[in-house]
């Protein structure tokens, strides 16, 4: 019952005659529920390999599964909606949109999957009380703080109940406490809600709290023990 699924999976950058080989032959899955840091060095391959995982790059070789469907083989739309219905998205940098309150934001991807106004208001609007937000429901990105701002992407992520979050250094461009408010935030979703986390991250003492590390380094996955991490 895998969330996500990796088989045989490779990318090699090519630009004119310029080839870049990433990794190859990475398998990877992601149970419901489970919760796996990516680390390794910069350079590594942590980004590509999370822009594979949310069909938002195409791999070279293998295919990457997410809730039993190949994403290479769905029409743009189709993967369009599976990512939007199955996935969830935090990245470093928030990404909301400036010209828009906390609440639109959030409510944004429930309005692009069709659900009616009324009912994308009230569930961005509980989401947004739950990290915290509810008295900056109509404050736009720039009047918010950074964790303020980092904690309606949160919400923003998980309002359409995704199956799995995909974060890449969902934390790194916070201040120690606040990274802490919001990566025990997205770990509490995770257990009510029983969300799954698969987390770029160079934060080791992060990478500690989840089920489970795995090392990208040399275009291999390595799981390393507790002992490791
Ligand atoms: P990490 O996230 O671990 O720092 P990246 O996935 O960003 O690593 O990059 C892995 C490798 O792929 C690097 O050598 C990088 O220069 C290269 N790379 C990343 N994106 C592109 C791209 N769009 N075109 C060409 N090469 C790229
Ligand atoms: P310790 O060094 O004993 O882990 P800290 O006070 O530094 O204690 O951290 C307290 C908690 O906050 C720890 O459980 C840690 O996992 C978490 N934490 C610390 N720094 C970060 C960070 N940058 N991002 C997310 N969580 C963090």
């Given at each position: 019952?895998?969330?996500?699924?990796?088989?045989?999976?490779?990318k090699?950058?090519?630009?004119?005659?310029?080839?870049?080989?990433?990794?190859a032959?990475?398998?990877?899955?992601?149970?419901?529920?489970?919760?796996?840091?990516?680390?390794g060095?910069?350079?590594?391959?942590?980004?590509?390999?999370?822009?594979?995982?949310g069909?938002?790059?195409?791999?070279?070789?293998?295919?990457?599964?997410?809730a039993?469907?190949?994403?290479?083989?769905?029409?743009?739309?189709?993967?369009?909606e599976?990512?939007n219905?199955?996935?969830?998205?935090?990245?470093?940098f928030?990404?909301?949109?400036?010209?828009?309150?906390?609440?639109?934001?959030?409510?944004?991807?429930?309005?692009?999957?069709?659900?009616?106004?009324?009912?994308?208001?009230?569930?961005?609007?509980?989401?947004?009380?739950?990290?915290?937000?509810?008295?900056?429901?109509?404050?736009?990105p720039?009047?918010?703080?950074?964790?303020?701002?980092?904690?309606?992407?949160?919400?923003?992520?998980?309002?359409?109940?995704?199956?799995?979050?995909?974060?890449?250094?969902?934390?790194?461009?916070?201040?120690?406490?606040?990274?802490?408010?919001?990566?025990?935030?997205?770990?509490?979703?995770?257990?009510?809600?029983?969300?799954?986390?698969?987390?770029?991250?160079?934060?080791?003492?992060?990478?500690?709290?989840?089920?489970?590390?795995?090392e990208?380094?040399?275009?291999?996955?390595?799981?390393?023990?507790?002992?490791?991490?």
């Amino acid at each position: 019952d895998a969330v996500i699924r990796c088989e045989k999976l490779g990318k090699t950058y090519a630009e004119g005659n310029l080839r870049t080989p990433v990794f190859a032959d990475l398998e990877l899955s992601v149970a419901r529920g489970e919760t796996v840091a990516i680390v390794g060095a910069s350079g590594a391959g942590k980004s590509t390999l999370l822009h594979l995982l949310g069909g938002l790059d195409a791999p070279t070789e293998g295919e990457v599964f997410v809730a039993g469907r190949s994403m290479s083989k769905l029409g743009d739309r189709a993967r369009g909606e599976l990512r939007n219905q199955a996935l969830g998205f935090i990245y470093q940098f928030h990404h909301l949109l400036p010209e828009f309150t906390a609440l639109e934001n959030v409510m944004m991807p429930l309005l692009i999957a069709g659900r009616p106004v009324a009912q994308a208001a009230a569930k961005a609007r509980g989401l947004l009380e739950r990290v915290g937000l509810g008295a900056r429901l109509d404050h736009k990105p720039g009047e918010l703080s950074g964790g303020e701002r980092q904690r309606a992407a949160v919400a923003r992520a998980l309002v359409n109940d995704p199956a799995c979050v995909l974060g890449d250094e969902p934390t790194g461009n916070l201040d120690e406490r606040t990274a802490a408010t919001v990566f025990e935030l997205m770990l509490e979703l995770n257990r009510e809600q029983g969300t799954s986390l698969v987390l770029v991250t160079h934060d080791r003492r992060l990478a500690r709290r989840l089920d489970r590390t795995l090392e990208l380094t040399g275009g291999r996955l390595h799981p390393l023990t507790p002992d490791e991490v």
